[in-house]
């Protein structure tokens, strides 16, 4: 199993009372396998991501990548966030070059794999221009490449679409998914949006209200020539997002 998630509790204490975020949560996942955690608003689905990272470590339980616990400094994980986070003063190619220099791997065959990662995806004729020279969704296209350039094991993506517009969510979500699914990489997506989910995952999980618990896992099983777009238009995607919209409602009573 290339991701082990055991028993995970957390507890954040301040000097005069603690919180629990999260409450036994237990979870695999497959190797190039897509999964996405949805549940109510301020449930802890970013907060999974972060211990799964190794940024935050858990009250208790583990959490194993590759056989290994993961520490911000290795190359395991892959972060895109909502942002894009490019820096306007560099051109697209300085950007997808960013990572490797703050950690040290600016090498002249790792800045080539990163190059050929931009022509591959249809960013050459952009790599002399500015990020205020992109659409949003080439910008963060622009972040997915920056981000596989240092060649992690897991990607992590936190609302990457959520600063779009619903049109060009729709064609980056196609965008995403195909590369990532191409480039044969593991991948967890936290979102509020149980159609992005249901489009672009392997399996769904859904945790309830906090202290998050997981309420229930959703394989749906589509056609593996399906894209995302074409996913949420069928009879089997509709009726899944009514099961997992009724889970989500019932924990929304509990808040």
């Not at 994980?77 to 909502?82: A, H």
């Not at 995952?201 to 202290?211: C, E, G």
Request: hydrophobic share 40%; glycine share 4%; proline share 4%.
């Amino acid at each position: 199993m290339f991701v082990q998630v055991k028993n995970l509790n957390l507890i954040y204490q301040s000097q005069t009372d603690e919180t629990q975020a999260l409450n036994d949560i237990s979870f695999d996942i497959e190797k190039q396998d897509f999964v996405a955690i949805v549940g109510p608003s301020g449930c802890g689905k970013t907060t999974i991501l972060s211990l799964i990272s190794g940024l935050i470590k858990p009250t208790s339980g583990t959490v194993l990548v590759d056989g290994k616990m993961p520490k911000p400094k290795d190359n395991l994980c892959g972060y895109m966030f909502q942002r894009d986070n490019l820096l306007p003063w560099k051109t697209i190619e300085k950007n997808i070059y960013f990572g490797l220099e703050i950690k040290k791997q600016a090498s002249n065959e790792r800045k080539n794999y990163a190059i050929s990662l931009a022509d591959k995806y249809g960013l050459k004729e952009f790599l002399k221009k500015y990020p205020s020279e992109l659409s949003g969704g080439m910008r963060q296209r622009v972040a997915l490449i920056r981000t596989l350039a240092l060649k992690p094991e897991l990607l992590l993506l936190d609302e990457p679409f959520s600063a779009l517009d619903y049109q060009t969510r729709l064609n980056l979500c196609n965008d995403i998914f195909s590369i990532i699914k191409r480039e044969k990489k593991t991948a967890i997506l936290v979102t509020h949006d149980i159609q992005e989910a249901i489009s672009m995952a392997d399996k769904i999980i859904v945790l309830s209200a906090r202290p998050a618990k997981i309420k229930a896992i959703h394989l749906p099983n589509f056609e593996a020539n399906l894209t995302p777009f074409e996913r949420r238009n069928t009879t089997k995607a509709k009726r899944l997002f009514e099961k997992i919209w009724q889970e989500i409602q019932d924990e929304n009573k509990k808040i």
